[in-house]
């Protein structure tokens, strides 16, 4: 006769839902009633398992902390394989979900941590298909139809801007501007949506993004072993748990497939080689079917070394957010090392995580992963799910516009240069104020009609057809900015 035990990794919760009276519908009444179900998180299946009331009092009777002999072996061995109980039967699955536990207990998983990872994960989730369309195309951008429904039905989106109710004190700081170096690099990052797949990465450009974001330039000695390691990111105790699974589709001397970086002596380890049309496929499974990311050149996929943090930060509750910190801040290196490089970038949590390690032959428990960056050569156009941004200026942008704007006294305060002083000496070939010289226009909202958009905006004060892109700049839907020095990143199309 089979033992078993309750399972440590598992949480019940209970949920009601509205129900039609079938007795009564029989009989020609409506009446709706409410039906209650018990349903089990199972963190060894990572899934919500419906149960009856008998297999509920059944699982919540069994202990937890010893093995007991079955009373009711059927029943209890179908909880077993929903992963609620434990069972010493010799079977494959049985055997499979007893080692998970048996794994999440020796690596000191914290149970809210692994109740939210493992329930977390996907599997054959595909966006395009979610969305309605079709999975054998690139994924649309929603319409507008489909936008204003969720406008509808949850409302507009909480405010962006935001201030604390009745301060105190309100002390203004200076407004500093810094140039070059890394300023103009992080004014200049952002997320990239289209990639040029007709264009490779070369070689040296995938070794200095390696280098600089996943490999290893300091160490502290611990017990005569290397233990706290030094990268251009934090990491929670110097540990270093993520590691880095190069998908690379298009890179120069380097044939397709998934890889392994190796930090220490700075190879790839190839796991699996992939033809062109494979990999291409592999990266759009590894992202949710969001195509405009699977045309990156190389994809990274971060996985977690779970042993490796759990080592010190045993059944910690913090120990996971921990990891999804390091993640973060190595996604946003590979961002600022990419735009370095004038490559683009992306960082993605859409992943279809089980799949991924599957591929990857690693566990989901000991190691695991957690999101898939990415970086490549960026296409010459915007692509549609990418915002056009507007610059952002402090203290003006977001405020409600006062006065007309008009007048001299106003242009004065605002420092505003009238168009037809900013066209002569434009057209002259003059530098207007080297600072920020604002220009007041007429507002046009509509889409495709601002500055930005490349178009001409109708009303607008504003006439210099021989300004360029990175003259010009759109600073709120009331004024535009002129800055040769801020604009090195904007594309050079004439407005």
Not at 26 to 33: D, I, M, N, P, S
Not at 82 to 108: A, Y
Not at 418 to 435: C, K, L, T
Request: one cysteine or more.
């Amino acid at each position: 006769m089979a033992r078993v035990r309750r399972s440590r990794y598992v949480c019940f919760f209970c949920d009601d839902f509205p129900f039609l009276n079938v007795g009564l519908l029989l009989r020609g009444t409506v009446e709706q009633t409410t039906v209650r179900q018990v349903y089990a998180l199972s963190i060894l299946r990572g899934e919500a398992i419906a149960l009856s009331a008998d297999e509920f009092e059944l699982a919540t009777t069994t202990a937890s902390d010893a093995w007991v002999e079955a009373v009711d072996d059927e029943a209890m061995r179908r909880l077993a394989l929903k992963g609620v109980l434990l069972s010493d039967e010799d079977d494959p699955e049985l055997n499979t979900l007893r080692g998970r536990h048996e794994t999440l207990e020796s690596l000191g998983w914290n149970l809210e941590a692994a109740l939210y990872y493992f329930l977390s994960k996907w599997r054959g989730i595909d966006l395009r298909r979610l969305s309605g369309q079709d999975d054998a195309s690139d994924l649309l951008p929603p319409t507008d139809d489909s936008v204003r429904a969720f406008v509808d039905r949850f409302g507009p989106p909480p405010a962006a801007l935001v201030s604390t109710h009745a301060p105190l004190s309100v002390h203004e700081l200076p407004l500093v501007e810094r140039e070059g170096g890394l300023y103009e690099v992080l004014l200049r990052r952002r997320t990239t949506r289209g990639f040029d797949r007709d264009a490779s990465l070369s070689l040296s450009e995938l070794a200095v993004v390696l280098r600089y974001v996943f490999g290893y330039h300091g160490y502290v000695p611990l017990l005569g072993q290397v233990n706290t390691l030094k990268r251009t990111s934090p990491s929670a105790g110097g540990f270093h748990p993520i590691e880095a699974y190069p998908l690379v589709t298009g890179a120069d001397e380097l044939d397709a497939g998934l890889y392994h970086y190796n930090g220490a002596d700075h190879t790839l380890e190839l796991l699996k080689p992939l033809g062109a049309d494979e990999a291409r496929a592999a990266a759009i499974e590894f992202v949710c079917g969001q195509t405009y990311f699977a045309d990156a050149h190389v994809l990274i996929v971060l996985a977690a070394r779970f042993e490796r943090a759990f080592w010190k930060y045993r059944n910690h509750r913090k120990a996971l957010a921990a990891l999804m910190m390091d993640a973060a801040h190595l996604s946003q290196t590979l961002y600022l090392v990419a735009t370095e490089l004038g490559l683009g970038a992306f960082v993605t949590a859409a992943v279809n995580n089980a799949d991924i390690e599957d591929l990857l032959g690693v566990d989901g428990y000991r190691e695991g992963v957690l999101a898939v960056c990415g970086f490549g050569k960026p296409a010459a156009n915007l692509s549609p799910f990418d915002p056009d941004f507007r610059p952002f200026v402090v203290r003006q942008t977001g405020r409600p516009a006062s006065g007309s704007g008009d007048d001299d006294r106003d242009r004065a305060a605002r420092r505003v240069v009238p168009a037809d002083v900013v066209e002569q000496h434009v057209g002259a070939g003059s530098e207007v104020d080297p600072g920020r010289a604002h220009l007041t226009r007429a507002h046009d909202d509509r889409p495709g009609h601002g500055l930005a958009d490349g178009a001409p905006v109708a009303g607008a004060e504003l006439r210099a057809p021989r300004l360029r892109r990175d003259d010009l700049e759109l600073v709120d839907e009331h004024a535009v900015v002129l800055d040769r020095h801020a604009q090195r990143s904007a594309r050079d199309d004439a407005v």
